[in-house]
């Protein structure tokens, strides 16, 4: 018995230590990010009053203005942003077998976009608070779209991606046609659809939260599920995985995930395409590590990128939207390269 | 509606002793887009035996394999594992049962064999309960019975073919079912690699009593690891029984339209096709 337990443990003794270590290292990484994020901007502020803002709140003191009610709400976007964003795309990447799926291929981001356009041309709204609950409503309306058009719970994966391709591109379509003939719609549209963390409010992201909670539980349930999923639709079926309701809860999940994202901060694009591939380098193929791995880094790219954008040489207000694929790419080509020298 | 030839003297006398075997099939259609893969098939996969099943290409093999392991939907029907239909039995519980490994699998990039083994646990675990003490137990005996425990760490895609294989077989064996259906496992292995592949399936039959269905295309190699064998042609039960009941002359010449002789293998003493 001795014997058995031995040798059965020790593959795993190999590999389980150094995910444990990339997982401190992460959160020790986004810990320090998190801090800077808080410090530095156009206008860097000192410890000390970074501290104070929290214990000795008062409200004529510009600098804790500045950190309560801009930096510490930009930076729990970021968090949830991100790791929302990059846990979904680990989970839309794993459903169809796709590395270059992203969650936007669901349509979430179109609709919302045409949900805002319509917001704008329509009411003449032009206040972004305003535009969180529109672009909730239009992501949950196009997604809702693509899965019955996917054929619902009897539809293929490949049948799902293709139906929000075509659904995105439609809404895509209709929304550019509405800002062609109304040159104020564009104006108030061209900021919300870089995608951006300045201007969000505490209340926005408290009332979004149980969105982010549901989103995520639903998330690691499903990433169980992937785990299977990932080895083909008839091997998982073999396994006695439910496909058709794994695939519902993964929709699910990555719905409440993106469409509370992109009501938030506007479609933030790349990150759901790419952490998912730098996560993949760090925890190995199973799933539930991808998925936590996903989160983390998620969250650091795009409050690195946020960070960035704020600092005095891009001018203190480039979009985290912009930024981040502009810190993101070149480290993903970056790590692309080192890979394949590893492999030689 | 059984046809013909399945009335032969040496047939019937099978079907007695099977009456109940775990894995049945009872009046099983299959139609895509109304046109008809498998009409009226009634068959038995006789337990702790090697049923192979073969036919021309698009007789249907793999549509009855894939119907005998749920992943099929039947037009008209049912199949029966330990008495019920299998689409009324929970997935995860069939799944603890029998095991199936469908045609050319693919595995994402960067899985380890140990990962893929794993994988064969499913059914055993849940979201909640995950991994256990017998699960690792499951995993490092099929990999020992598959011989592939060395190569646990190396990534799939380093593997050969011959190896990859083994690595799929592995996982079904780690998911301890007692019948195990195999979709052309020698596709794509050069012949050495086909037999080291049925040695191992036979292996696994003859130690642990485990029943094996699986689809072959190479009828000398399904006559000499087969007990029982299946012949399809049109999607209808053509001939059954065991393999020197199967693998006639006029069987062949019926089923492939295939004119030959037949010889014994002076080795296994297996019928062998010798092509006219």
């Given at each position: 018995m001795?014997?058995?337990?031995?040798?059965?443990?020790?593959?795993?003794?190999k590999?389980?230590?150094?995910?444990?270590?990339?997982?401190?290292?992460?959160?020790?990484?986004?810990?320090l990010?998190?801090?800077?994020?808080?410090?530095?901007?156009l206008?860097?502020?000192?410890?000390?009053?970074?501290w104070?803002?929290?214990?000795?709140y008062?409200?004529?003191?510009?600098?804790?203005?500045v950190?309560?009610q801009?930096?510490l709400p930009?930076?729990?976007?970021?968090w949830?942003g991100?790791?929302?964003?990059a846990?979904?795309?680990?989970?839309?990447?794993g459903?169809t077998?796709?590395?270059?799926a992203?969650?936007?291929?669901?349509?979430?981001?179109?609709?919302?976009?045409?949900?805002v356009?319509?917001?704008?041309?329509?009411?003449g709204?032009?206040?972004?608070?305003?535009?969180?609950?529109?672009?909730?409503?239009?992501?949950?309306?196009?997604?809702i779209l693509?899965?019955l058009?996917g054929?619902?719970?009897?539809?293929?994966?490949?049948?799902?991606?293709?139906?929000?391709?075509?659904?995105?591109?439609?809404?895509?379509?209709?929304?550019?046609?509405?800002?062609l003939?109304?040159?104020?719609s564009?104006?108030v549209?061209r900021?919300?659809v870089?995608g951006?963390l300045?201007?969000?409010?505490?209340?926005?992201i408290f009332a979004l939260?149980?969105?982010?909670?549901?989103?995520?539980?639903l998330?690691l349930i499903?990433?169980?599920?992937?785990?299977?999923?990932?080895?083909?639709?008839?091997?998982?079926?073999g396994?006695?995985?439910?496909?058709?309701?794994?695939?519902?809860?993964a929709?699910a999940?990555?719905?409440?995930?993106?469409?509370?994202?992109?009501s938030m901060?506007g479609?933030?694009?790349?990150?759901?395409?790419?952490?998912p591939?730098?996560?993949?380098?760090?925890s190995?193929?199973d799933m539930?590590?991808?998925?936590?791995?996903?989160?983390?880094?998620?969250?650091?790219?795009?409050?690195?990128?946020?960070?960035?954008?704020?600092?005095?040489?891009?001018?203190g207000?480039?979009?985290?939207?912009?930024m981040?694929?502009?810190i993101?790419?070149?480290?993903?080509?970056?790590?692309?390269?080192?890979n394949?020298?590893?492999?030689? | 509606m059984?046809h013909?030839?399945?009335?032969s003297?040496?047939l019937?006398?099978?079907?007695p002793?099977?009456?109940?075997?775990?894995?049945?099939?009872?009046?099983?259609?299959?139609?895509?887009?109304?046109?008809?893969?498998?009409?009226?098939?009634?068959?038995?996969?006789?337990?702790?035996?090697?049923?192979?099943?073969?036919?021309?290409?698009?007789c249907?093999?793999?549509?009855?394999?894939?119907?005998l392991?749920?992943?099929?939907?039947?037009s008209?029907g049912?199949?029966?594992?330990?008495?019920?239909?299998?689409?009324h039995?929970?997935?995860?519980?069939?799944?603890?049962?029998?095991a199936?490994l469908?045609?050319?699998?693919?595995?994402?990039?960067?899985?380890?064999?140990h990962?893929?083994?794993?994988?064969?646990?499913?059914p055993?675990?849940?979201?909640?309960?995950?991994?256990?003490?017998?699960?690792?137990?499951?995993v490092?005996?099929?990999?020992?019975?598959?011989?592939?425990?060395?190569?646990a760490?190396?990534?799939?895609?380093?593997?050969s073919?011959?190896?990859?294989?083994?690595?799929?077989?592995?996982?079904?064996?780690a998911?301890?079912?007692?019948?195990?259906?195999?979709?052309?496992?020698?596709?794509y292995?050069d012949?050495?690699?086909q037999?080291?592949l049925?040695t191992?399936?036979?292996?696994?039959?003859?130690?642990?009593?485990?029943?094996?269905?699986?689809v072959?295309?190479?009828?000398?190699?399904a006559?000499?690891?087969?007990?029982?064998?299946?012949?399809?042609?049109?999607?209808?039960?053509?001939?059954?029984?065991?393999?020197e009941?199967?693998?006639?002359?006029?069987?062949?010449?019926?089923?492939?339209?295939?004119?030959c002789?037949?010889?014994?293998?002076?080795?296994?003493?297996?019928?062998?096709?010798?092509?006219?």
């Amino acid at each position: 018995m001795t014997l058995i337990t031995t040798t059965a443990s020790r593959p795993q003794r190999k590999r389980i230590p150094d995910r444990h270590l990339w997982l401190l290292l992460a959160l020790v990484g986004l810990a320090l990010l998190s801090c800077l994020s808080l410090r530095l901007g156009l206008r860097p502020i000192g410890w000390n009053e970074i501290w104070a803002s929290f214990v000795a709140y008062s409200p004529e003191t510009a600098n804790h203005i500045v950190i309560q009610q801009m930096r510490l709400p930009r930076l729990l976007a970021a968090w949830l942003g991100g790791a929302a964003l990059a846990t979904s795309g680990m989970l839309i990447q794993g459903l169809t077998r796709n590395p270059l799926a992203d969650p936007g291929l669901l349509g979430i981001n179109a609709g919302a976009a045409l949900g805002v356009i319509l917001c704008i041309f329509l009411l003449g709204i032009s206040d972004p608070a305003a535009f969180v609950w529109v672009a909730m409503a239009g992501g949950l309306v196009s997604t809702i779209l693509v899965f019955l058009l996917g054929g619902g719970q009897r539809g293929s994966n490949l049948r799902l991606i293709l139906a929000g391709a075509a659904l995105s591109a439609l809404f895509l379509a209709l929304g550019r046609s509405l800002l062609l003939v109304s040159q104020r719609s564009l104006d108030v549209y061209r900021f919300w659809v870089l995608g951006g963390l300045d201007g969000i409010e505490m209340q926005t992201i408290f009332a979004l939260l149980p969105i982010f909670g549901f989103g995520a539980a639903l998330a690691l349930i499903s990433a169980f599920h992937l785990n299977a999923m990932i080895l083909g639709e008839d091997t998982a079926r073999g396994l006695g995985l439910r496909t058709a309701g794994t695939r519902t809860l993964a929709v699910a999940a990555i719905l409440c995930l993106c469409a509370a994202t992109v009501s938030m901060a506007g479609p933030i694009a790349f990150v759901g395409l790419v952490v998912p591939h730098m996560a993949r380098r760090f925890s190995g193929a199973d799933m539930r590590w991808c998925t936590l791995f996903s989160a983390l880094l998620g969250a650091g790219l795009l409050m690195l990128a946020d960070l960035v954008g704020r600092l005095p040489f891009f001018g203190g207000n480039m979009q985290a939207g912009v930024m981040v694929a502009l810190i993101g790419g070149p480290a993903f080509v970056w790590l692309l390269r080192r890979n394949e020298r590893g492999l030689r | 509606m059984t046809h013909p030839a399945c009335q032969s003297p040496g047939l019937s006398a099978h079907q007695p002793a099977s009456r109940d075997v775990r894995l049945r099939a009872q009046a099983l259609s299959v139609a895509y887009a109304q046109a008809p893969i498998l009409s009226d098939l009634t068959l038995d996969i006789p337990d702790g035996e090697i049923t192979v099943i073969v036919g021309p290409n698009a007789c249907g093999k793999s549509t009855l394999l894939r119907s005998l392991a749920r992943l099929q939907r039947l037009s008209a029907g049912q199949v029966l594992l330990d008495g019920k239909n299998i689409h009324h039995q929970r997935s995860r519980g069939v799944a603890q049962r029998l095991a199936i490994l469908p045609q050319s699998p693919t595995a994402p990039e960067g899985l380890t064999v140990h990962d893929l083994v794993s994988r064969g646990r499913t059914p055993h675990q849940s979201a909640l309960k995950q991994w256990s003490r017998q699960d690792a137990r499951a995993v490092e005996q099929a990999l020992e019975r598959t011989s592939m425990g060395p190569l646990a760490q190396r990534n799939l895609e380093a593997l050969s073919g011959g190896q990859r294989q083994r690595a799929w077989i592995a996982m079904a064996l780690a998911q301890e079912t007692d019948i195990l259906l195999l979709d052309e496992p020698t596709t794509y292995l050069d012949l050495p690699h086909q037999i080291e592949l049925l040695t191992l399936v036979q292996s696994l039959n003859q130690d642990s009593g485990q029943t094996v269905a699986m689809v072959l295309h190479d009828i000398n190699l399904a006559a000499r690891f087969a007990n029982h064998m299946i012949a399809l042609r049109a999607g209808e039960v053509f001939a059954k029984g065991r393999p020197e009941q199967v693998v006639t002359r006029e069987n062949m010449a019926q089923v492939f339209g295939l004119k030959c002789q037949i010889i014994s293998d002076p080795v296994h003493a297996t019928p062998h096709v010798i092509p006219e």
